[in-house]
């Protein structure tokens, strides 16, 4: 059960979903073997990815995520270390079952990214933001190139950054407590909680610009465009509003899980569209 749990299987179903959004959207279903392996290889790498993160981060983790497989000691360190390196390597060899040479370098690059974020710049301010936004989106243009498909998922690819940077900067918020004792200089610690809200302004500004954007080149339909707005600009908005009422940790908690459902309602109203 550590084994599963340790790689979170719900963001790990995610992100097979995120994968074949890429491969298929505003594209008529034909089975490809190339997409089961980007499915796979991306699955593993992001597995492995959680794994290296919760090997590198146990001891904030003991404050912030008590229940986690590695503060409540139901897994040895050592154990989750070669379980990581393990999924990395089946999901690369899964990337090269994809026949596309960039597919296999955005694997090889994700791995590294991954490690790298893990070991040195989750706790530094901006990089590791970028770094997870960047791995967010990558895996829907991941999908794209699998199936070709490149010109359609950008859209999708270019809001999945912008909407996993605001969420991620509220988790700087969020896990603040135990990354202060840990000696992390994330941008929450720097600028302070409200400080770190008001800076997550500016990618969730840059949300509303880009759908007014793709609305003006006639990318998506007016329809489309107002429910965006209303599904999920709206709710982004109301996020904002609770968080300006309090920044307490089980507030924040609740806004970034609430983040994820209206990122899946996004999802939902670009493939209907």
């Not at 090269?96 to 597919?103: A, D, F, P, Q, V």
Request: hydrophobic share 55%; glycine share 6%.
């Amino acid at each position: 059960m550590a084994f599963l749990r340790i790689i979170r299987p719900f963001n790990c179903i995610f992100v097979a979903l995120t994968v074949l959004f890429g491969a298929y959207f505003q594209r008529i279903y034909v089975y490809s073997p190339e997409v089961i392996a980007a499915v796979a290889a991306a699955l593993l790498i992001a597995a492995g990815g959680y794994v290296i993160n919760d090997f590198y981060d146990v001891e904030s983790d003991k404050i912030n995520r008590p229940d986690r497989v590695l503060p409540s000691s139901k897994m040895k360190i050592r154990t989750a270390f070669y379980y990581a390196f393990t999924l990395f390597f089946l999901g690369f060899l899964s990337s090269l079952l994809t026949r596309n040479i960039i597919c296999v370098i955005i694997a090889a690059l994700n791995i590294i990214i991954l490690f790298f974020y893990s070991k040195a710049c989750q706790h530094k301010p901006l990089s590791g933001n970028l770094m997870v936004a960047y791995s967010a989106a990558s895996t829907f243009l991941f999908g794209g190139l699998s199936n070709r498909n490149v010109k359609n998922c950008w859209i999708i690819v270019v809001f999945a950054f912008l909407y996993t940077l605001v969420r991620e900067f509220i988790k700087d918020a969020e896990d603040i407590e135990g990354d202060q004792r840990v000696g992390a200089r994330t941008l929450a610690i720097i600028a302070g909680t409200r400080g770190i809200v008001n800076f997550a302004l500016i990618p969730a500004f840059l949300i509303f610009l880009f759908n007014g954007y793709l609305l003006l080149t006639a990318k998506i339909t007016p329809i489309i465009f107002y429910m965006i707005n209303l599904l999920v600009i709206i709710p982004l908005v109301l996020f904002f509003f609770i968080l300006y009422r309090g920044t307490g940790q089980r507030r924040m908690r609740i806004v970034t899980l609430g983040m994820k459902f209206d990122m899946l309602i996004l999802l939902v109203i670009l493939w209907i569209g």
